[in-house]
């Protein structure tokens, strides 16, 4: 009856595990923070592999009542070197090279020949941005802006819809944003410390050539310039080998020329 009785007392006794305890918070950690540094990660090593593009592409470009459409074939290659050749039902409109701190341009339908410095001023003009040729270089590739330091911590991060979105805080007290999406560059926008927008590039329709995904759709804002710019690309080729006299334009006999780097009063001479 002992036995029995010590037998029935034991099994009304449970054993329970010791609790788990909750894990304790890292100091610093931020999830998205974390999932943003690795797509970054990935971008900056992109970049590394990338050195220059060439293909045709439509360009659609409107600023206020201005609309124009243009068949174009773009070459670029990095840091800065680019050239433009916008066709026309008759031919070549506009020839476009930017190499170093030079540009040129020839209107072969004018024969006139221009020159000067390769500024944001001048390649708005000619080709519809306003960007320095080096940041129209990595406009045009899908590159992180040059000013877009890849190795900081982004200040915070959000969603916008499927969009990842590091925001970055700049010294003149504004913000550079990077978009992800689907693990690729989606979205780079720089805004003024007012809150106005200076440049807002989205990259869509993105493709494998040879290992590297490459956008074959840039879009670009620019609320200052009151300007609207679209490229989309047919067959582009990276890392192609393109020398260096692609960027160098020659005047073509009898060309008139222009120095871009004077006033309009001053520019046009017939030096041939």
Same mark, same amino acid.
């Given at each position: 009856m002992l036995l029995l009785a010590t037998l029935e007392t034991s099994a009304c006794i449970i054993v329970r595990p010791p609790p788990i305890p909750a894990p304790e918070p890292i100091a610093g950690f931020d999830a998205g923070k974390y999932q943003v540094r690795k797509l970054i990660a990935a971008l900056a090593e992109r970049d590394k592999t990338l050195d220059s593009m060439q293909t045709p592409a439509v360009m659609e470009y409107t600023a206020g009542d201005q609309h124009v459409k243009a068949k174009e074939e773009i070459v670029v290659k990095r840091p800065g070197n680019l050239r433009?050749?916008?066709?026309?039902?008759?031919? /070549?409109?506009?020839?476009?090279?930017?190499?170093?701190?030079?540009?040129?341009?020839?209107?072969?339908?004018?024969?006139?020949?221009?020159?000067? *410095?390769?500024?944001?001023?001048t390649l708005y003009r000619y080709v519809r941005i306003p960007m320095a040729p080096a940041d129209a270089v990595g406009l045009l590739m899908g590159l992180a802006?040059?000013?877009?330091?890849?190795?900081? /911590?982004?200040?915070?991060?959000?969603?916008?819809?499927?969009?990842?979105?590091?925001?970055?805080? *700049? +010294?003149?007290?504004?913000?550079?944003?990077?978009?992800?999406?689907?693990?690729?560059? +989606?979205?780079?926008?720089?805004?003024? &410390? *007012?809150?106005?927008?200076?440049?807002?590039?989205?990259?869509?329709?993105?493709?494998?050539? &040879? &290992? /590297?995904?490459?956008?074959?759709? /840039?879009?670009?804002?620019?609320?200052? +310039? &009151?300007?609207?710019?679209?490229?989309?690309?047919?067959?582009?080729?990276? *890392?192609?080998?393109?020398?260096?006299?692609?960027?160098?334009?020659?005047p073509a006999p009898g060309a008139t020329f222009m120095n871009l780097s004077l006033d309009d009063a001053r520019a046009l001479a017939n030096e041939s």
């Open positions: 433009v050749e916008a066709m026309s039902p008759f031919g /070549v409109a506009l020839l476009l090279a930017a190499q170093g701190s030079e540009l040129a341009i020839f209107e072969p339908g004018q024969n006139r020949f221009m020159r000067g *410095n390769a500024t944001a001023d802006p040059p000013e877009f330091a890849l190795n900081r /911590v982004a200040d915070s991060v959000s969603n916008d819809g499927a969009m990842t979105v590091a925001s970055y805080r *700049n +010294a003149a007290s504004g913000t550079r944003e990077l978009g992800f999406s689907a693990g690729n560059l +989606a979205m780079v926008r720089e805004t003024a &410390g *007012n809150g106005r927008v200076n440049y807002e590039v989205r990259y869509s329709d993105y493709h494998d050539i &040879g &290992g /590297v995904m490459f956008p074959y759709v /840039v879009d670009a804002t620019f609320p200052a +310039a &009151g300007s609207h710019v679209t490229f989309r690309y047919l067959r582009p080729i990276v *890392n192609g080998d393109i020398p260096d006299s692609t960027f160098v334009l020659t």
